[in-house]
Protein backbone atom coordinates (compact mmCIF):
# COMPACT_ATOMS: atom_id res chain seq x y z
CA UNK A 1 0.00 0.00 0.00
CA UNK A 2 1.33 3.59 -0.90
CA UNK A 3 2.26 5.76 1.85
CA UNK A 4 0.02 8.70 1.74
CA UNK A 5 1.86 12.23 1.65
CA UNK A 6 0.60 15.58 0.66
CA UNK A 7 1.30 17.98 -2.79
CA UNK A 8 0.91 20.68 -0.66
CA UNK A 9 3.91 22.23 0.64
CA UNK A 10 2.87 25.80 1.00
CA UNK A 11 0.12 25.32 3.49
CA UNK A 12 0.13 29.62 5.08
CA UNK A 13 -3.99 30.60 5.00
CA UNK A 14 -4.84 26.94 5.59
CA UNK A 15 -7.85 26.05 7.22
CA UNK A 16 -6.89 24.58 10.12
CA UNK A 17 -8.12 22.82 13.84
CA UNK A 18 -6.35 23.00 16.47
CA UNK A 19 -7.10 20.28 19.90
CA UNK A 20 -5.51 21.66 23.57
CA UNK A 21 -5.76 25.46 22.29
CA UNK A 22 -5.91 27.06 25.35
CA UNK A 23 -2.61 25.14 27.15
CA UNK A 24 0.94 26.53 27.02
CA UNK A 25 1.91 25.08 23.54
CA UNK A 26 -1.74 25.20 21.85
CA UNK A 27 -1.70 28.95 22.73
CA UNK A 28 1.74 29.67 20.95
CA UNK A 29 0.53 27.46 17.67
CA UNK A 30 -2.56 29.24 17.52
CA UNK A 31 -0.44 32.70 17.58
CA UNK A 32 1.55 31.94 15.10
CA UNK A 33 -0.73 30.50 13.03
CA UNK A 34 -2.84 33.66 13.31
CA UNK A 35 0.23 35.23 12.13
CA UNK A 36 0.38 32.96 8.95
CA UNK A 37 -2.87 34.32 7.84
CA UNK A 38 -4.31 30.96 8.87
CA UNK A 39 -8.03 29.91 9.02
CA UNK A 40 -8.30 28.45 12.45
CA UNK A 41 -10.85 26.48 14.62
CA UNK A 42 -9.57 25.84 17.95
CA UNK A 43 -11.66 22.80 20.07
CA UNK A 44 -12.12 23.82 23.69
CA UNK A 45 -13.73 23.20 26.54
CA UNK A 46 -16.23 25.00 28.33
CA UNK A 47 -13.75 25.32 31.36
CA UNK A 48 -11.07 27.21 29.26
CA UNK A 49 -9.26 30.49 29.05
CA UNK A 50 -10.30 31.42 25.68
CA UNK A 51 -9.44 35.15 25.83
CA UNK A 52 -5.98 35.13 23.87
CA UNK A 53 -7.44 32.78 21.21
CA UNK A 54 -10.10 35.01 20.19
CA UNK A 55 -7.95 38.34 20.08
CA UNK A 56 -5.84 35.55 17.56
CA UNK A 57 -9.45 36.08 15.22
CA UNK A 58 -10.25 31.64 16.05
CA UNK A 59 -13.50 30.01 15.92
CA UNK A 60 -13.96 28.75 19.49
CA UNK A 61 -16.23 24.70 19.13
CA UNK A 62 -16.66 23.61 22.06
CA UNK A 63 -15.63 19.83 22.83
CA UNK A 64 -13.13 16.97 24.42
CA UNK A 65 -11.21 14.98 22.28
CA UNK A 66 -11.96 12.00 25.00
CA UNK A 67 -15.37 12.57 23.09
CA UNK A 68 -16.16 11.55 19.49
CA UNK A 69 -18.84 12.55 19.14
CA UNK A 70 -18.29 16.37 19.71
CA UNK A 71 -15.28 16.39 17.46
CA UNK A 72 -16.36 16.44 13.62
CA UNK A 73 -17.60 19.87 13.94
CA UNK A 74 -14.50 21.77 14.70
CA UNK A 75 -12.50 18.89 12.11
CA UNK A 76 -14.98 18.81 9.45
CA UNK A 77 -13.77 21.02 5.98
CA UNK A 78 -9.72 21.36 7.60
CA UNK A 79 -6.98 21.64 5.88
CA UNK A 80 -4.80 20.43 8.87
CA UNK A 81 -5.37 19.33 12.35
CA UNK A 82 -2.47 20.26 15.03
CA UNK A 83 -3.66 17.58 17.84
CA UNK A 84 -1.98 19.56 21.05
CA UNK A 85 -4.42 17.88 23.66
CA UNK A 86 -2.82 16.15 26.38
CA UNK A 87 -2.85 14.73 30.06
CA UNK A 88 1.11 15.35 31.99
CA UNK A 89 -0.11 14.91 35.38
CA UNK A 90 -3.19 12.58 37.12
CA UNK A 91 -3.73 10.90 40.26
CA UNK A 92 -4.93 7.58 38.01
CA UNK A 93 -2.62 6.53 35.30
CA UNK A 94 -5.79 5.40 33.84
CA UNK A 95 -6.54 8.77 32.46
CA UNK A 96 -3.25 9.62 30.61
CA UNK A 97 -4.50 6.76 28.89
CA UNK A 98 -7.98 7.99 28.28
CA UNK A 99 -6.34 11.17 27.11
CA UNK A 100 -3.04 10.15 25.52
CA UNK A 101 -4.24 7.52 23.55
CA UNK A 102 -7.98 7.36 23.01
CA UNK A 103 -7.90 10.99 22.12
CA UNK A 104 -5.56 10.42 19.60
CA UNK A 105 -7.34 7.82 17.89
CA UNK A 106 -10.69 9.69 18.37
CA UNK A 107 -8.89 12.86 16.34
CA UNK A 108 -7.32 10.19 13.86
CA UNK A 109 -10.58 8.32 13.30
CA UNK A 110 -12.50 11.56 12.98
CA UNK A 111 -10.32 12.65 10.40
CA UNK A 112 -10.49 9.25 8.49
CA UNK A 113 -14.24 9.76 8.16
CA UNK A 114 -13.74 13.24 6.00
CA UNK A 115 -14.02 12.84 2.47
CA UNK A 116 -10.60 14.83 2.23
CA UNK A 117 -9.11 14.04 5.09
CA UNK A 118 -6.90 16.46 6.61
CA UNK A 119 -3.07 16.43 7.50
CA UNK A 120 -2.57 16.11 11.15
CA UNK A 121 0.02 16.79 13.07
CA UNK A 122 0.29 15.07 16.60
CA UNK A 123 2.13 16.45 19.58
CA UNK A 124 4.12 13.32 21.65
CA UNK A 125 6.74 13.24 23.83
CA UNK A 126 10.33 12.44 24.44
CA UNK A 127 9.02 10.46 27.37
CA UNK A 128 7.35 7.72 24.48
CA UNK A 129 10.64 7.37 23.42
CA UNK A 130 12.28 6.43 26.41
CA UNK A 131 15.85 7.63 28.19
CA UNK A 132 18.87 7.75 25.88
CA UNK A 133 21.49 4.61 26.13
CA UNK A 134 24.47 4.96 27.38
CA UNK A 135 23.82 9.04 26.96
CA UNK A 136 23.76 9.21 23.22
CA UNK A 137 20.80 11.26 21.67
CA UNK A 138 17.70 9.44 20.98
CA UNK A 139 17.30 9.72 17.21
CA UNK A 140 13.57 8.49 15.59
CA UNK A 141 14.96 5.09 14.26
CA UNK A 142 15.73 4.25 17.80
CA UNK A 143 13.23 1.74 19.60
CA UNK A 144 10.75 3.23 21.87
CA UNK A 145 11.39 1.98 25.98
CA UNK A 146 9.38 4.35 28.09
CA UNK A 147 9.90 4.09 31.61
CA UNK A 148 6.50 5.91 32.61
CA UNK A 149 2.70 5.67 32.51
CA UNK A 150 3.48 8.89 31.17
CA UNK A 151 5.52 7.53 28.57
CA UNK A 152 3.73 4.37 27.78
CA UNK A 153 0.51 6.52 27.33
CA UNK A 154 2.28 8.44 24.49
CA UNK A 155 3.52 5.89 22.98
CA UNK A 156 0.26 4.27 22.66
CA UNK A 157 -1.03 7.17 21.24
CA UNK A 158 1.27 7.08 18.96
CA UNK A 159 0.52 3.33 18.30
CA UNK A 160 -2.79 4.66 17.81
CA UNK A 161 -2.24 6.78 15.10
CA UNK A 162 -0.33 4.77 13.45
CA UNK A 163 -3.19 2.31 13.12
CA UNK A 164 -4.81 4.90 10.71
CA UNK A 165 -1.65 6.00 8.86
CA UNK A 166 -3.39 4.15 5.42
CA UNK A 167 -6.17 6.60 5.68
CA UNK A 168 -5.05 9.85 6.73
CA UNK A 169 -1.80 11.53 6.25
CA UNK A 170 -0.08 12.20 9.98
CA UNK A 171 3.17 13.24 11.58
CA UNK A 172 4.64 12.83 14.67
CA UNK A 173 6.62 15.23 16.59
CA UNK A 174 8.33 14.43 19.74
CA UNK A 175 9.28 17.41 22.28
CA UNK A 176 11.86 17.16 25.25
CA UNK A 177 11.07 19.45 27.98
CA UNK A 178 9.06 22.34 26.78
CA UNK A 179 10.24 25.83 28.28
CA UNK A 180 9.18 29.17 27.48
CA UNK A 181 6.60 32.06 27.98
CA UNK A 182 3.73 30.97 30.06
CA UNK A 183 4.79 27.42 30.98
CA UNK A 184 3.82 26.53 34.40
CA UNK A 185 5.81 23.45 34.42
CA UNK A 186 8.91 25.19 34.47
CA UNK A 187 8.23 27.56 36.75
CA UNK A 188 9.11 26.40 39.91
CA UNK A 189 13.15 25.72 38.55
CA UNK A 190 12.52 29.69 37.98
CA UNK A 191 11.56 30.22 41.40
CA UNK A 192 13.56 28.59 43.41
CA UNK A 193 16.83 30.19 41.90
CA UNK A 194 15.05 33.37 41.94
CA UNK A 195 14.06 33.49 45.10
CA UNK A 196 16.77 31.44 46.75
CA UNK A 197 19.17 31.36 45.09
CA UNK A 198 19.04 27.24 45.16
CA UNK A 199 19.15 24.62 42.62
CA UNK A 200 18.09 21.05 43.61
CA UNK A 201 19.35 18.38 41.64
CA UNK A 202 17.26 15.23 41.65
CA UNK A 203 20.11 12.71 41.82
CA UNK A 204 23.87 12.29 42.35
CA UNK A 205 24.85 11.50 38.45
CA UNK A 206 25.23 14.39 35.85
CA UNK A 207 22.11 13.44 33.77
CA UNK A 208 21.92 15.68 30.72
CA UNK A 209 18.06 16.62 29.26
CA UNK A 210 17.37 17.68 26.00
CA UNK A 211 14.95 21.17 26.25
CA UNK A 212 13.22 23.31 23.15
CA UNK A 213 11.44 26.39 23.30
CA UNK A 214 7.59 26.85 22.70
CA UNK A 215 8.52 29.05 19.67
CA UNK A 216 11.11 26.58 18.13
CA UNK A 217 8.59 23.47 18.97
CA UNK A 218 5.76 25.23 17.04
CA UNK A 219 7.92 26.28 13.66
CA UNK A 220 9.13 22.45 13.55
CA UNK A 221 5.12 21.23 14.05
CA UNK A 222 4.16 23.54 11.04
CA UNK A 223 7.48 22.86 8.93
CA UNK A 224 6.25 19.26 9.57
CA UNK A 225 2.44 19.77 8.39
CA UNK A 226 3.86 21.39 5.28
CA UNK A 227 6.36 18.97 4.09
CA UNK A 228 7.07 16.34 6.74
CA UNK A 229 7.02 12.63 6.06
CA UNK A 230 3.96 10.79 7.16
CA UNK A 231 3.64 7.74 9.12
CA UNK A 232 4.02 4.44 6.49
CA UNK A 233 0.43 2.06 7.21
CA UNK A 234 1.30 -0.93 9.26
CA UNK A 235 2.79 -3.91 7.39
CA UNK A 236 4.40 -1.53 4.43
CA UNK A 237 8.71 -1.97 4.29
CA UNK A 238 8.67 1.44 5.98
CA UNK A 239 6.32 0.61 9.11
CA UNK A 240 9.28 -0.16 11.39
CA UNK A 241 11.57 2.85 10.96
CA UNK A 242 11.67 6.87 11.85
CA UNK A 243 9.27 7.73 8.99
CA UNK A 244 6.52 10.47 10.08
CA UNK A 245 8.61 10.98 13.77
CA UNK A 246 10.34 13.96 14.36
CA UNK A 247 12.51 15.06 17.58
CA UNK A 248 12.35 18.24 18.37
CA UNK A 249 15.66 19.99 20.43
CA UNK A 250 17.70 22.79 20.51
CA UNK A 251 21.22 22.33 20.29
CA UNK A 252 22.52 22.28 23.88
CA UNK A 253 21.47 19.87 25.99
CA UNK A 254 22.75 20.39 29.69
CA UNK A 255 23.45 18.38 32.99
CA UNK A 256 20.84 19.33 35.21
CA UNK A 257 22.82 21.08 37.07
CA UNK A 258 24.65 23.63 34.50
CA UNK A 259 21.06 23.89 33.76
CA UNK A 260 20.41 25.88 36.69
CA UNK A 261 23.60 28.04 36.40
CA UNK A 262 22.15 29.13 32.89
CA UNK A 263 18.52 29.76 34.74
CA UNK A 264 21.11 31.50 37.63
CA UNK A 265 22.65 33.62 34.57
CA UNK A 266 19.19 34.29 32.24
CA UNK A 267 17.84 35.91 35.44
CA UNK A 268 21.15 38.03 36.69
CA UNK A 269 21.95 36.08 39.47
CA UNK A 270 25.54 35.79 40.06
CA UNK A 271 25.39 32.93 42.15
CA UNK A 272 23.54 29.67 42.77
CA UNK A 273 23.83 26.93 45.33
CA UNK A 274 23.40 23.49 43.36
CA UNK A 275 22.00 20.90 45.96
CA UNK A 276 22.88 17.21 44.60
CA UNK A 277 20.11 15.03 46.17
CA UNK A 278 20.96 10.89 46.54
CA UNK A 279 18.56 8.94 44.32
CA UNK A 280 16.96 7.18 47.80
CA UNK A 281 15.59 10.70 48.44
CA UNK A 282 14.45 11.66 45.28
CA UNK A 283 12.18 8.13 45.87
CA UNK A 284 11.30 9.25 49.16
CA UNK A 285 9.93 12.68 48.11
CA UNK A 286 8.39 11.27 45.23
CA UNK A 287 6.53 8.98 47.90
CA UNK A 288 5.34 11.84 49.51
CA UNK A 289 4.64 14.14 46.71
CA UNK A 290 2.02 10.93 45.91
CA UNK A 291 0.37 11.23 49.30
CA UNK A 292 0.00 15.13 49.31
CA UNK A 293 -1.25 14.75 45.81
CA UNK A 294 -3.69 12.19 46.91
CA UNK A 295 -4.73 13.82 50.57
CA UNK A 296 -5.28 17.39 48.32
CA UNK A 297 -6.88 16.00 45.00
CA UNK A 298 -4.64 17.95 43.26
CA UNK A 299 -1.34 16.38 41.11
CA UNK A 300 1.97 17.17 41.87
CA UNK A 301 4.79 17.60 39.67
CA UNK A 302 6.82 15.62 41.66
CA UNK A 303 5.38 12.04 42.00
CA UNK A 304 6.33 8.25 41.52
CA UNK A 305 5.78 8.52 38.09
CA UNK A 306 8.06 11.69 37.21
CA UNK A 307 11.02 9.72 39.57
CA UNK A 308 11.03 6.78 37.36
CA UNK A 309 11.95 9.43 34.56
CA UNK A 310 13.99 11.22 36.75
CA UNK A 311 16.41 8.21 37.94
CA UNK A 312 15.94 6.89 34.41
CA UNK A 313 19.33 7.81 32.97
CA UNK A 314 19.72 11.09 30.33
CA UNK A 315 16.91 12.18 28.24
CA UNK A 316 18.73 13.53 25.11
CA UNK A 317 17.59 13.34 21.45
CA UNK A 318 18.86 14.58 17.95
CA UNK A 319 16.88 16.97 16.00
CA UNK A 320 18.83 16.12 12.92
CA UNK A 321 15.99 14.75 11.25
CA UNK A 322 14.08 17.73 11.48
CA UNK A 323 16.87 19.72 10.01
CA UNK A 324 17.59 17.87 7.43
CA UNK A 325 13.78 17.17 6.31
CA UNK A 326 12.50 20.22 7.03
CA UNK A 327 15.31 22.91 7.27
CA UNK A 328 14.44 23.16 11.10
CA UNK A 329 16.69 25.22 13.01
CA UNK A 330 15.95 26.51 16.50
CA UNK A 331 15.64 30.78 16.42
CA UNK A 332 18.15 31.23 19.70
CA UNK A 333 20.77 29.75 22.01
CA UNK A 334 19.76 28.10 25.00
CA UNK A 335 20.84 31.23 27.30
CA UNK A 336 18.96 33.12 25.06
CA UNK A 337 15.77 31.80 25.76
CA UNK A 338 16.08 31.20 29.22
CA UNK A 339 16.45 34.90 29.33
CA UNK A 340 13.49 35.50 27.42
CA UNK A 341 11.49 33.28 29.50
CA UNK A 342 12.39 34.62 32.96
CA UNK A 343 11.97 38.03 31.43
CA UNK A 344 7.75 36.79 31.03
CA UNK A 345 7.54 35.40 34.40
CA UNK A 346 8.94 38.80 35.80
CA UNK A 347 6.58 41.21 33.59
CA UNK A 348 3.52 38.69 34.55
CA UNK A 349 4.36 39.14 38.33
CA UNK A 350 4.97 34.94 38.52
CA UNK A 351 8.45 35.34 40.09
Given at each position: ?150 GHSKRAGERA ?169 VGAPLLNRLR ?12
Amino acid sequence: MAVLTSNRRNLAMAKVMVTGASGFIGVHLVRALAERGDDITCLVRKSSKTASLTESGARLVYGDVTDRESLPPAIAGQEIVYHVAGCTQSLDPRWFYKVNQRGVANVAQVCAGQANPPIMVSVSSLAAAGPANNGKPKTEADRPAPVSHYGHSKRAGERAAEAFADRVPITIVRPPIVLGEGDRMGLPLFRSIAKFGVHMVPGLNRRRFSLVHVDDLVELMIRAAEKGTRLPPRGSPESHGPQGYYFAACEEDPAYSDLGRLVAEALGRHLVVIVPTATPLVWMVAVAGEAISRIGHQPLFMNMDKAREITAGNWVCSATAAAKELGYQVGAPLLNRLRQTANWYRTAGWL
